[in-house]
């Protein structure tokens, strides 16, 4: 059916990129979602009156937070290429751009994962402490679960960030709609396959943007 209006279009071709976006933005978001509650942790736990107040250590960490972020996606790429490669033994294909995509994302989504926990009630935290409770026990038991709801918010948001990264990828080649859309579509001039492609990527966004709310509103007790 899709043929018939779009006749430039490949099928086949087509459900492999979409596939490729599918496993790119789900692989790496897992990965940032454990990196990104790690430095969330980290910023929020150092801070000044934080559990593990330290100065020099959340310097560090809010300094690497700060320019990871600052550096452009695509030239984020370029330059994990060594890494990439060492990492990965190619530069190519859906898995080569897996630790470019965590590595661009893990900081943004720590510093959501950071505003997320510092809107925890101080007073839910100074309870637990007073009840002898170890700094594992507030992690777990207070400070994640109270803040679930943004954390998914934010897990959201990051999604939806990646989905984009994916289709930036995919112009040096890591595959997906990207990919499909730039090397197959606008090179040959056939500008029908970035239509379809570029909607492709809008339902994509829209299908993860769904489940993060449905989730984030059951998830809020409020």
Known sequence: MLTNIFPNLNMEDLWVATYETFYMTILSLFGTFIF????G???YLTMKGGIWQNKLLNLIVASIV???????????????FPFTDFLIGTIRGPNAALPALI??????YGRLVEIALKEVDKGVIEAAKSMGAKTRTIIFRVLLPESMPALVSGLTVTAIALIGYTAMAGVI???GLGNYAYFFGFQRRMFDVVFV???LIVIIVFIFQFIGDFITNKLDKR
């Open 36 to 39: 990104g509650i790690l430095l």
């Open 41 to 43: 942790l980290l910023l």
């Open 66 to 80: 700060n320019v990871f972020r600052a550096i452009p996606f695509i030239i984020l790429i370029l330059l994990l």
């Open 103 to 108: 590595i661009g994302a893990a900081p943004f």
């Open 173 to 175: 080649g890591a595959g």
């Open 197 to 199: 492609c570029t909607v």
